[in-house]
């Protein structure tokens, strides 16, 4: 069974600040990588996507993975306070099946 | 186009009663996933769908819980009798193929609340 490990929060960041989350992963046949965002309440919502080793860019986000380490972590540039959520690591390997971390909880404070 | 629909958003049952989920997944979408999800921990998958075909439910607890997806569209979570342990998040996910690439989109859930 894949463990996904997320660093424990909260994590506090003032507006405009980068906000860094981290990750691993215990399957070293893991293929696919997610983050999710899930606003209190409500469902998660994928944020980004990200298949191969190196960095991934899309807006103020930016994913990092690095197999090798088993590793993966997001980027939150520019935080904004309605970034402030808890932010899902998932894992998905040759099972199909999705394993979740326990989410890591961002404030961004005005 | 419309996302993963559920209903209901809110339950409330007394123990020992029994207890349903409906689930309408993205238009196309082949596969279709049941989670739960607790209060602080991220959600866990409790059966999978390929069309009909319930292709994963090793983490489905079988003596309580049950599941269906008739005609390969819409599904329905059954428990019964529910416990107070089951209090949750019920989250239904779809995609539209079975890569592990492919990405789930999740519906809104519902929240279950045994007394």
């Known amino acids: 069974q894949k463990e996904v490990e997320q660093n424990s929060g909260p994590l506090s960041v003032p507006e405009g600040a980068i906000a860094s989350l981290n990750c691993t992963y215990s399957d070293r046949v893991s293929q696919s990588f997610f983050w999710y965002r899930q606003y209190s309440g409500k469902s998660p919502e994928l944020i980004m996507s990200?298949?191969?080793?190196g960095d991934k860019e899309d807006g103020r986000f930016t994913a990092q993975l690095n197999k090798a380490s088993q590793y993966v972590s997001l980027l939150i540039r520019d935080s904004q306070p309605s970034d402030s959520a808890t932010y899902l690591c998932a894992v998905n390997g040759n099972d199909y099946k999705l394993s979740f971390g326990a989410g890591t909880t961002v404030t961004v404070r005005a | 186009e419309a996302g993963v629909v559920q209903s209901p958003r809110y339950k409330i049952i007394e123990k020992k009663q029994p207890v349903a989920f409906w689930c309408n997944p993205i238009s196309g979408h082949n596969t279709l996933y049941w989670y739960l999800q607790n209060l602080g921990q991220g959600p866990e998958l409790l059966i999978r769908y390929e069309n009909e075909e319930a292709v994963d439910d090793s983490q489905l607890p079988k003596d309580r819980f049950s599941a269906e997806r008739l005609k390969g569209v819409d599904s329905t979570l059954k428990i019964q009798p529910a416990e107070l342990g089951d209090s949750a998040v019920y989250l239904c996910?779809?995609?539209?193929?079975?890569?592990?690439?492919?990405?789930?989109?999740f519906g809104p859930g519902t929240r279950l609340t045994v007394l």
């Open positions: 996910a779809s995609s539209h193929g079975t890569q592990a690439t492919d990405t789930q989109y």
């Open positions: 990200i298949y191969s080793n």
